[in-house]
Each structure stands twice: as structure tokens, then as C-alpha cells.
């Protein structure tokens, strides 16, 4: 018996809408309180320079915790410093502070309150249930939808994720306090709140910071994912090195997340452990110049960060791309550009799809990587009278199915009888990627019994010459321009159908706005304008190991007629 499929997807997509028809200034009023917050927390490890926040921070280790506690915090902060991830740990650290601290706010509250009526726990066990075992990946969806991109989607996603704990071991916590000690503070008179405050949490605080740690840490692994919807910190190191598989960048930063993790963890152990031995008196004057202490250090931090706000004045600019080398490329020489202009450059690495609804929602100002008539259609369909198109900054691409010239196969219908020559599969880039979904409208037309598997950029390529080398037959979701291109000889699988259709243009597009706003940037983006060989020069030099802020300058410094060009 086959029963219908209920329409589950369409009534979450109903109500998403809904929810962002009816609630859009909630959403605001959110973001406007927690943007503050992560900036807040950011500039107490920026404002001062980076070796000595690494001291204060361990001096504060220090007071909370042990002697090597405290060193290691110090070292493995100079170690992220060393490596270059200051910023980075600096922008993981401050969401993981933000979500920790809505966590708390919102989840002890609803710990206590589970732990005095059966009621209400059994009504927040099933949803807690869900918070953890729903995958973390789908959190970022409505988090997108409700919140645009950066640093809130992510907090709100990482305190759904992260503040189950929380609750549950608040209530656990106030459950297990002796029956006995509740009845003798209730016959020396204690009212709820006393009982409450002096005698349950008291004694429940090991558990219920035990529960703040694991906050702590799941805050930590969530906010690594919340990257992939812009929200910054190392979470991007690790994303990047992924998509491009740079296999020590990628440990680098995987090295400096376990480094604030342990920190974090062995703080919070501290804190939640008693210390019964020491004696009342002695406790209590050491309490209290540790107190005065960690109270001058956090002063100064905040003082700094205060002060840094006050002398901040540079004009921001949000520019958002998808992680393709093309896209590397032309982004950061914008971004290079705009900097030596005077502009603060902010840059939000994402898929094809939060990237145009980043334009569309104002939550970036623009992107240099639309690609069109074709393979970036449907979401310019979508979002097309919510942002300004700027028209061509580059022209003449090209998309479609690529293999090696010794491939005997020259169109996409040679694949049909050929598929088992490439074990039945092509392979693309980020499912999100407008060629990947031409491909799949591409083995629908042709009728080809082969699997697309999706991967990213740098997989792509790395497949594509590993198979060169070995001269076996493979075929890609390619584009053009690209440096695999000068790097082996390569052809396009001629397609009959124009599934992927003619050549392309790659389109800058800006958020309505931006013209009124921000005039200069404007039109510096407005006049951009570049060849494929001016693209390609840029990919190689990344490619052959610069920095994508390395190959942009050098690119801007052989190129000044250019660039006068779009900055006069």
C-alpha cells in the first residue's frame, strides 16, 4: 500500500514565511541586542595588542583556576597569536562567550523551574530531546532565513544547539539536594526565594556548572559550523582548508580550536570545584583580593574596548563570495582596493544561496560572483527586484561538463554509452553551486545513468589531477576562467542540448541602498572591471602557494592604470 508523502517541507517553508512576514521586527529587535554583544565581547581581545590580552587572560586563568591552567593558557594563546589566528580566536571566542551567556540567562531560569514542577519538566524533556538530537547543520537553515548572515545566526543557532545542558543539569542539580536540608531551612522559617538562593543552588553549583561546561564546549562546535553562514572566527580557517584541502592550515586551525577549548574547560572545572580544605578565614581574605584583582584586569579589558570603539571612525564595507578560486580572486582584489581607499573591508565566505540572500537582506553589501544568464538563475529569479544589479565584471565565461583531451568523449551525449568508462560518476563542487544544479538538469536531459557526487572546488580539482596524472578518465563540473585550465589541457564536453548554456557574464551585485549610503564604495564596485586573464593571473598565484591578500596586492600593485580606473 503506498501512501501519499505528507508535505512536511511545504508546511515548514509556510510557516518559515510566515514567521518572517509576521515577526521581521522581533527578529530585528533580536539582532539589534546580540550584534552588540559579540562586538562587545571581540573588542576585549582586540582592543589591547595580543600579548598582553595573552597575559591578563591568564592572570585571570590564574585566579580561577591553577598555576598550569594558567600557563597553559598563556603559551597556547602566543601559539594562536604566533600562527596568525589572533583575530580568529578573538571572533570564536566572543560567540562562544555570547552563547554561553544567553544559554545561562534563558536556560537556568528554566532548569529551576523545571526542577519545582513535574509539570513543566515533562513538558521541556521531549523539546530539549529534539534540540540535541536534531543534526547541528539544520539549525543554520532558519537561522539564515530568520537572521541574514554573520555573527547572530550563529549565536542563535549555537544557544538552540548548546543550552540543553544547561537546563537539564540546573533541574538535575536543585532535584538532588537533600530532603533533609530542605526541612530544616523550611522549619527555621526560610521563604521559597531563600531556600532557593542560599540553601538548593548553593549546594547544586558543581552540577549546574557542570552543565555550563558542556555549554561551553558543544557553544565551541556549533559556532566551527555557524561558519558556514558567515559567522566568522576559526570556524573559516577550517572550512577554508576543507574546500581547498590546504591540510595544514587546516590542522593550524583545528590546533587553535582544541587550545581554547581546553582553556575554556579547565577554567569552568575550576570554578565549579570546592575548595573544602582551605580554611573559612583564610578563604575569605584570599577571596578577596582575588576578586579585586580579576575585577582590575576585566576593568582594564573593558576599559580598552571602550576606548577602541571611541576612536574607531573607518567606513565598513560587507563584501560576500562563494569559496571558488574565480570568486577568491576578484573578491579579495576588490577588498584591496576598497582598503586602500580608506574602507574598513569585511568579508563573509558562504555558498551560492546565503550569499545572494546576504545582498538581498542588506546583511552585505554586495558580491562580485553572480553568475549569469545561467548558472546562477534561479536564485537571481528569486531575489532580483531586492537587490541592484551592476551588470558584467567579467565577460565571457563559460560552464559545463570538462574532461581531459585524451578522453575519446567530445559531447555530453558520448557519456551515455561511456559511463562505465568514469564509474558512472561526475564529479562537482558544493551541492549549493549553480553548475552542480545544472548537472543534475544536465543528466536528466541527456538521460546519462551516472551519479553526480558534490564535494567542493579544491576536491574537484585535486580528482581531476590525480586522474590527469594517471591518465585515467574522469569528468568535472568545470568553468572557465580557472588555472586548471593553463595547468593541463582540458575541453569542454560539447552540449547539444544547452542545458548549461551559452557563454556567461559575472555579475557584481550591491544591496538597494548602497548608492544613498555609501557613494564611494559604490562606485568604486560599479566600475570594476577585469578580463579572464586578469582573473587567472590572480588564481594562479594562489595556486602556487600566496595568500589570496598576497596575490590581490601584487595583482593592484603591476595594474595601476587599472584599478585608476575604477577609483577616480
Do not use: C
Request: glycine fraction near 6%; avoid cysteine.
Amino acid at each position: 500500500m503506498n501512501l501519499p508523502k505528507l508535505p512536511l517541507d511545504r508546511w515548514v517553508d509556510k510557516a518559515v514565511r510566515w514567521l518572517q512576514d509576521h515577526f521581521a521586527a522581533l527578529f530585528d529587535w533580536i539582532s539589534s541586542g546580540i550584534q552588540p554583544l559579540v562586538a562587545f565581547f571581540q573588542s576585549l581581545f582586540t582592543a589591547l595588542p595580543p600579548v598582553p590580552t595573552a597575559v591578563l587572560i591568564a592572570a585571570l586563568a590564574l585566579l580561577a583556576s591553577r598555576l598550569s591552567v594558567s600557563l597553559f593558557t598563556l603559551f597556547g594563546l602566543l601559539l594562536i597569536y604566533n600562527l596568525g589566528y589572533w583575530n580568529e580566536a578573538a571572533e570564536t571566542i566572543s560567540l562562544v562567550l555570547t552563547a554561553t551567556t544567553l544559554s545561562v540567562v534563558v536556560g537556568v531560569p528554566l532548569g529551576i523551574v523545571a526542577a519545582k514542577s513535574r509539570r513543566a519538566q515533562n513538558l521541556l524533556t521531549p523539546i530539549l530531546d529534539f534540540m540535541q538530537t536534531m543534526p547541528a547543520f539544520v539549525y543554520l537553515i532558519p537561522a539564515v532565513f530568520f537572521f541574514a548572515l554573520g555573527a547572530v545566526p550563529g549565536v542563535i543557532a549555537s544557544v538552540i544547539f548548546a543550552m540543553p545542558p544547561t537546563i537539564r543539569l540546573t533541574s538535575l542539580g536543585i532535584r538532588q539536594v537533600s530532603g533533609d536540608l530542605i526541612e530544616a531551612a523550611e522549619a527555621f522559617g526560610s521563604t521559597p526565594a531563600q531556600k532557593l538562593f542560599k540553601v538548593q543552588l548553593p549546594l547544586a553549583k558543581s552540577t549546574i556548572m557542570a552543565g555550563i561546561n558542556q555549554t561551553i564546549m558543544l557553544s565551541l562546535s556549533m559556532v566551527v559550523i555557524a561558519s558556514m553562514i558567515g559567522a566568522g572566527g576559526l570556524g573559516t580557517v577550517v572550512l577554508q582548508a576543507i574546500t581547498r584541502l590546504e591540510v595544514g592550515k587546516g590542522f593550524e586551525g583545528g590546533l587553535s580550536i582544541v587550545i581554547i577549548a581546553i582553556i575554556l574547560d579547565r577554567i569552568t572545572q575550576s570554578l565549579a570545584r570546592d575548595r573544602k580544605r582551605t580554611p573559612v578565614r583564610e578563604k575569605g581574605k584570599k577571596g578577596r583580593w582575588k576578586a579585586g584583582l580579576a575585577i582590575l584586569i576585566v576593568l582594564t579589558m573593558v576599559g580598552a574596548a571602550l576606548a577602541q570603539h571611541s576612536v574607531t571612525n573607518q567606513q565598513t564595507v560587507t563584501l560576500t563570495y562563494v569559496n571558488w578560486e574565480s570568486e577568491v580572486a576578484s573578491t579579495y582584489v576588490l577588498k584591496h582596493v576598497l582598503e586602500e581607499e580608506g574602507f574598513h573591508v569585511e568579508l563573509k565566505e558562504v555558498d551560492a544561496g546565503p550569499m545572494f540572500a546576504a545582498v538581498a537582506s542588506g546583511d552585505a553589501d554586495g558580491t562580485t560572483a553572480a553568475w549569469l544568464p545561467v548558472t546562477h538563475k534561479d536564485y537571481m529569479a528569486e531575489y532580483k527586484d531586492r537587490v541592484v544589479d551592476l551588470g558584467p565584471n567579467l565577460e565571457g565565461t563559460r560552464v559545463g561538463l570538462v574532461v581531459p583531451e585524451y578522453v575519446e568523449a567530445d559531447s555530453i551525449e558520448d557519456l551515455k554509452s561511456r559511463a562505465e568508462e568514469f564509474d558512472n560518476r561526475i564529479i562537482g563542487i558544493e551541492a549549493g553551486a549553480g553548475v552542480v544544479q545544472l548537472a543534475e538538469k544536465a543528466i536528466e536531459d541527456y538521460g546519462l545513468d551516472m551519479e553526480l557526487v558534490t564535494s567542493s572546488s579544491a576536491a574537484m580539482t585535486a580528482s581531476l589531477e590525480k586522474a590527469y596524472r594517471a591518465k585515467e578518465p574522469i569528468v568535472v563540473t568545470g568553468w572557465k576562467p580557472h588555472w586548471k585550465f593553463a595547468k593541463m589541457k582540458l575541453k569542454f564536453l560539447e552540449d547539444t542540448k544547452k542545458t548549461f548554456g551559452e557563454t556567461e557574464n559575472i555579475h557584481t551585485l550591491v544591496r538597494k541602498g548602497l548608492k544613498e549610503d555609501n557613494p564611494k564604495a559604490y562606485r568604486i564596485m560599479d566600475r570594476f572591471r577585469w578580463t579572464a586573464q586578469d582573473m587567472e593571473e590572480v588564481m594562479l598565484m594562489i595556486q602556487e602557494g600566496k595568500t589570496p591578500e598576497e596575490a590581490a596586492a601584487h595583482w593592484v600593485e603591476n595594474h595601476p592604470d587599472k584599478v585608476k580606473e575604477w577609483t577616480k
